[in-house]
């Protein structure tokens, strides 16, 4: 989050946008309405949200458990300062070793994905680092990643502990 209070919701929200007005004929037409509305609205809402969230928390126009989790992710938000945009490249010696020990029907991007958030999140006192299962999906855009790809992975590549509730710890060993 910058120091205007633009994240990456708020960038997110205005990409979609930005997307369905560019590309009307690969969106649906209620996509398309309902980005209309958003358009129109997002931003006066959105200041009002955080306006909301300068008032103490147990103010009485306060509601809810909802305010108080979102008013959390935006103390971290806040607390964190920006994002990272480290950008991790493979060489070329483990391009080369991770497409000959990738299985044919996984896209080598998933394994390049995850290797670079390895290398951008391990800690300094440990091999392991808590593999967020659930995000993964998301960023791929389907559950293929989960359901089908994560199980074929080989422990060649990386090792694995048991999946719970979206998340896992994961170790690479290339």
Not at 42 to 50: G, I
Not at 113 to 128: F, M
Request: hydrophobic content about 40%; charged content about 25%.
């Amino acid at each position: 989050m910058d120091d205007n209070g633009v994240g990456w919701f708020y960038r997110h929200v205005h990409g979609v946008i930005d997307f369905v007005r560019d590309n009307p004929a690969l969106v649906s037409k209620t996509a398309q309405n309902n980005c209309e509305a958003l358009s129109n609205g997002f931003d006066k809402e959105w200041r009002n949200k955080v306006k909301q969230f300068q008032t103490p928390i147990f103010s009485r126009s306060t509601k809810g458990a909802w305010v108080l989790r979102f008013d959390d992710i935006l103390a971290d938000a806040l607390e964190l300062g920006a994002l990272r945009k480290d950008e991790i490249d493979l060489s070329p010696e483990d391009m080369q070793v991770v497409a000959a020990l990738t299985p044919k029907d996984i896209p080598t991007e998933v394994i390049h994905t995850l290797i670079a958030y390895y290398r951008a999140n391990k800690p300094e006192d440990s091999d392991w680092v808590v593999l967020p299962v659930a995000s993964f999906d998301a960023y791929f855009g389907s559950t293929n990643f989960s359901h089908k790809w994560l199980v074929k992975i080989p422990d060649t590549i990386l090792t694995r502990e048991k999946q719970s509730f979206g998340v896992c710890r994961y170790r690479v060993n290339i």
